[in-house]
């Protein structure tokens, strides 16, 4: 009988090769996640064309999901435990996979031949700094802090969801970084999810692979032009207080 002699080399190869798939998977199931949930709170905006009431009665309505099983805002918990263990693990997988990647290349290639695919992991990257640097900005202006960057409005406005909207996006530069956040969002999103559809196996020939770009493209689009919508059109003019 042939004893298979296998070279420490090669099994330490496998099992990098496993786990890194398994980081991938992570990265893949975090992202799906995060899809779902932009996906919706999108949707959750746009009743800002609706006007003040309706827009005041979604905010509040997100804080009574599932009562009386759930108490009061326990929906809106288990929604934030979710996300914030998505992103951990999105964002632990990411670090650890570059580390990967940077590892196997010792040397900077002289030439560089792909230079479509590093565009595209440079982008990944510093596009994800920038989400995160904007969720953080964005939780402390209308969440944590609320932030009313109308100090020459009443006081009182900061407490209302819809009003609290308005006064932000009709100062310029706040649009402004929600404009670049959005874009970035959307070029995060178009490669995340092609790269997604691989790692979950599904461009494995030319009609999946054309499919998966179609679908990355037509998510990427919706989720940052939806979201964009409402800056845009309170900083138009279109959607004010009084809508
Ligand atoms: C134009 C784009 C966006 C607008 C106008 C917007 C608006 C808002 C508002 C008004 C709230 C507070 C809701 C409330 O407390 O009733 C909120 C919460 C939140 N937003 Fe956004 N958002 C935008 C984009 C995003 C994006 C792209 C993300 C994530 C990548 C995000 C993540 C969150 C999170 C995590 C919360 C906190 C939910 C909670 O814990 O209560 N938002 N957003």
Known sequence: MATQIQSPTLVKGARGSQSTIALKLLMATSGIIFILFVLAHMYGNLKAFAGHDAYDTYAAHLRTIGEPMLPHEGFLWVMRAVLLLSLVVHVACAVVLWRRARAA???RYQVKKHVGATFASRLMRWGGVTILLFVIWHLLEFTIVKINVRPDQLPTDRHDP????????????ITLIYVVAMAMLGAHLHHGIWSACQTLGWTLNTRSRRLARQIAFVLALIISVGFVAVPI????GVITKTS
Do not use: E
Request: glycine share 0%; hydrophobic share 75%.
């Open 105 to 107: 290349r010792p040397v």
């Open 162 to 173: 819809f009003l609290l909207l308005v006064d932000s996006f009709n100062v310029w530069w």
């Open 233 to 236: 059109f309170i900083a138009a």
